[in-house]
Nanobody
Framework: QVQLVESGGGWVQPGESLRLSCVVSGSIFSISVMGWYRQAPGKQRELVASITAVGSRRYAESVKGRFTVSRDNAKNTVYLQMNSLKPEDTAVYYC?????????WGQGTQVNVSS
């Protein structure tokens, strides 16, 4: 069974940075597509960024140029570096794993951006 554990959320002021991490166990991490999603209160969950097994990346328009997704297959970990954070980035951020026959989610980590 695939398990995902996110960390790195917190409270920051606008313009500051955070790095989220997601450690995956019980899976063939190296051939997975990993994604970061977020859900703000009253809104639908949306894709923030994703990275394929070969390192191809996708970003939501709202985070392009500010966020960077990366992965370390040796550590079964995917990262989301978030720079120049804005109040509208406030949400619960979820890690997603898509692998052979699997589509799994982490428990989420809260990111709050306010002054």
């Amino acid at each position: 069974q695939v398990q995902l554990v996110e960390s790195g959320g917190g409270w920051v002021q606008p313009g500051e940075s955070l790095r989220l991490s997601c450690v995956v166990s019980g899976s063939i991490f190296s051939i997975s597509v990993m994604g970061w999603y977020r859900q703000a209160p009253g809104k639908q969950r949306e894709l923030v960024a994703s990275i394929t097994a070969v390192g191809s990346r996708r970003y939501a328009e709202s985070v392009k140029g500010r966020f960077t997704v990366s992965r370390d297959n040796a550590k079964n970990t995917v990262y989301l570096q978030m720079n120049s954070l804005k109040p509208e980035d406030t949400a619960v951020y979820y890690c997603n794993y898509k692998g052979p026959g699997e589509n799994s989610w982490g428990q989420g980590t809260q990111v709050n951006v306010s002054s």
